[in-house]
């Protein structure tokens, strides 16, 4: 078991690296000048210049790599009066022959647009998309699953039909799609009704200018992100009580004199719904990416539209911290589903 981690350890490392230097050659190698950004388009050449140099932007791509994966390395040896030291945060181990070696947090450098630390950006932003997401998960659960038995104990019925259809419709639409039309029919149309509005954070300023939580502006964006997630559970949970309805344990438990309520909540549920809950950790990944599009429409304050404006103004320590993220909950979870996989059943664990 102790190998099986390590190597799902190593996997997930591995793969970290590969996007920070797939995506960090991508955006450095793009014909855009960060720094020109900065000051707008009527800055002097020599004030870009300083600033391009400032920034490191004049070095080679091999270079600013190494930079950037120095500056992410949770351990380092440098020089002891090294100038980037100022940045870290860290805890030094030895030195020898006057340099250090030192254990520190990965620094995600300053925005370029708004000179704050990237990690303080991050850090604000993320637990708003984190309770999107889970909001939006568990919306799906419930629906998707109630949706999914309904429709399989009303098999080829006209209510199966119905709500196979829905599923189908809900997969087919792209989030962002489905963010529009929430948008303009509850947060435009109905609004007088509905009372939510088509745009707004969960973080604002309230009549007197002091910061306050508005719950109601998580309402839409959830749904809208949930909708994809309800059609595949529908589906998944359909599929799965289909099989289990079928099975001999099933009928002998109807046999027997157990209720119809205690057959489902004993036996069907109970085998039908692993699939759904292993779909549903995967689906929470996926969510965080599916949250940049919806957030940008409904303009809620978090890691999505934080990383659309990041990209609008080419911020690149913004954009590479958010993939960072976003890649890093990905292998995570992914590593999490494995190992909670291995414990339940050790013979999908790999013999050494």
Do not use: C
């Amino acid at each position: 078991m102790q190998h099986f981690i390590f190597r799902k350890l190593a996997y997930g490392v591995l793969v970290l690296f590969m996007v920070i230097l797939l995506i960090s050659s991508i955006i450095y190698l793009a014909p855009v000048d960060p720094a020109r950004l900065t000051f707008g388009q009527r800055a002097d050449v020599e004030t870009v210049k300083e600033k391009t140099q400032l920034l490191g932007l004049d070095k080679p791509l091999y270079v600013q790599l190494g930079y950037y994966l120095r500056d992410l390395s949770p351990i380092n040896f440098l020089n002891n009066e090294h100038p980037v030291l100022k940045n870290y945060s860290y805890v030094k181990v030895f030195s020898i022959a006057g340099r250090i070696f030192i254990f520190k947090k990965p620094y995600l450098r300053e925005s370029f647009q708004q000179g704050r630390l990237v990690s303080t950006m991050l850090a604000e932003a993320i637990p708003r998309t984190l309770l999107l997401a889970l909001i939006a998960i568990t919306i799906a659960l419930v629906i998707g699953i109630l949706f999914g038995l309904i429709a399989a104990l009303n098999k080829d019925g006209w209510i199966d039909q119905f709500i196979v259809s829905l599923s189908v419709l809900g997969i087919s639409l792209p989030s962002y799609v489905t963010a529009i039309l929430f948008a303009l029919i509850f947060g435009y149309w109905l609004q007088s009704w509905t009372g939510l509005e088509i745009q707004g954070g969960l973080v604002g300023l309230d009549d007197y200018g002091e910061e306050k939580i508005f719950w109601k502006n998580l309402v839409l964006p959830a749904l809208a992100l949930g909708v994809r997630p309800i059609a595949i559970i529908t589906q998944l949970t359909r599929a799965a009580s289909l099989d289990v309805l079928g099975q001999s344990y099933i009928r002998t438990a109807s046999a027997k004199g157990l209720s119809f309520g205690k057959v489902i909540k004993r036996h069907l549920m109970r085998n039908a719904l692993n699939p759904v809950f292993t779909a549903a950790s995967g689906w929470f990944a996926s969510l965080l990416a599916g949250a940049f599009f919806v957030e940008n429409v409904f303009g809620y304050n978090g890691l999505g539209l934080l990383t659309i404006q990041a990209l609008l103004a080419y911020d690149i320590p913004v954009i590479l911290g958010a993939v960072l993220f976003t890649a890093a909950s990905f292998v995570i979870l992914n590593i999490l589903v494995d190992l909670i996989y291995g414990w339940i059943d050790p013979r999908v664990v790999p013999k050494v």
